[in-house]
């Protein structure tokens, strides 16, 4: 009964709306702006929602609240798979802090100095990571 219980918590968590704080139209014009080069957002039926089909980075459909480096189309780098594997998410204040310094993000995340990211692009204003976010958290199902 009691996993059950556990799997119901766990599907709910991840079935229930992400409600993220920012300006979705800026965030969309922000996506083009900065994102698109090495990011898409395409749905499980491979609808391109937003990007072209860039393969630099991963996709990014449904990231909001999604488990760190947890695309398994894409090969991610040994530091945020390890970020991944502890449990990390894709909070909003997470996903902010992480496209303005990847590599310090990830230096704080694991309290390891040698932590290096591959993502070498920074967003440079607070508000556009964070209007990024919602916009992304908008486009999930």
Same mark, same amino acid.
């Given at each position: 009964?009691?996993?059950?219980?556990?799997?119901?918590?766990?599907?709910?968590?991840?079935?229930?709306?992400?409600?993220?704080?920012?300006?979705?139209?800026?965030?969309?014009?922000?996506?083009?702006?900065?994102? $698109?080069?090495?990011? $898409?957002?395409?749905?499980?039926?491979?609808?391109?929602?937003?990007?072209?089909?860039?393969?630099?980075?991963?996709?990014?459909?449904?990231?909001?609240?999604?488990?760190?480096?947890?695309?398994?189309?894409?090969?991610?780098?040994?530091?945020?798979?390890?970020?991944?594997?502890?449990?990390? =998410?894709?909070?909003?204040?997470?996903?902010?802090?992480?496209?303005?310094?990847?590599?310090?993000?990830?230096?704080?995340?694991?309290?390891?100095?040698?932590? /290096?990211?591959?993502?070498?692009? /920074?967003? /440079?204003?607070?508000?556009?990571?964070?209007? =990024?976010?919602?916009?992304?958290?908008?486009?999930?199902?």
């Amino acid at each position: 009964m009691m996993k059950r219980l556990g799997l119901a918590v766990v599907l709910t968590s991840f079935s229930a709306p992400v409600f993220a704080d920012g300006d979705v139209a800026d965030g969309a014009a922000q996506f083009i702006r900065q994102c $698109v080069a090495c990011h $898409v957002v395409r749905d499980d039926a491979g609808n391109i929602l937003a990007g072209r089909v860039a393969k630099v980075g991963p996709n990014l459909y449904g990231i909001a609240d999604r488990p760190v480096a947890s695309d398994v189309r894409f090969r991610y780098g040994d530091s945020i798979t390890l970020a991944g594997a502890a449990g990390v =998410i894709w909070s909003q204040e997470n996903f902010v802090t992480y496209v303005q310094d990847p590599t310090k993000w990830l230096r704080d995340a694991l309290s390891d100095r040698r932590a /290096r990211s591959k993502m070498g692009y /920074r967003v /440079r204003s607070d508000q556009d990571a964070q209007d =990024i976010f919602a916009y992304l958290a908008s486009l999930a199902p």
